[in-house]
């Protein structure tokens, strides 16, 4: 019976052992997928990630800032970190950081004005989108 026993938890262990390195792995994309597919709203800022490395992205976000007839007070294009500040008339400030993070993924912050609007960041971001030629999924 005893015996029985420790064979089975020497299953088990032998189970969990050859598994353990593809769940973290498994969980890891999964993270990933959905953060890429989704908005995050932190303190009137509104983030999300783009499967597109920093040069392509920054050229959709000038992009998007023209679509929007935004006046570019000024920009700052670095491989790793990019800044761009403009005014929405009449006197709206828009400021916008783009960071480079591994696997060419791109993560893009808006902010409109003092407290931040969602309506006009979500809106930025979908004209990013749409110019990067990625289809936008449901309302989050």
Not at 88 to 113: E, H, M, S, W
């Amino acid at each position: 019976m005893q015996k029985n026993l420790r064979l089975k938890l020497a299953g088990l262990l032998a189970g969990l052992l050859f598994t353990s390195a593809c769940v973290p792995m498994l969980l890891m994309s999964a993270g990933g997928a959905m953060a890429i597919g989704s908005y995050k709203w932190v303190e009137g800022t509104m983030e999300k990630d783009y499967p597109r490395p920093m040069q392509e992205v920054w050229q959709a976000t000038l992009a998007a800032a023209r679509t929007l007839n935004l006046r570019i007070a000024s920009q700052q294009y670095g491989a790793l970190e990019s800044k761009l500040e403009a005014v929405q008339p009449p006197d709206t400030t828009v400021k916008v950081q783009l960071i480079a993070r591994p696997n060419q993924i791109t993560t893009v912050k808006i902010r409109f004005g003092l407290m931040g609007n969602q309506d006009y960041s979500a809106y930025f971001h979908r004209q990013i989108m749409k110019n990067l030629g990625l289809a936008e999924g449901p309302p989050r």
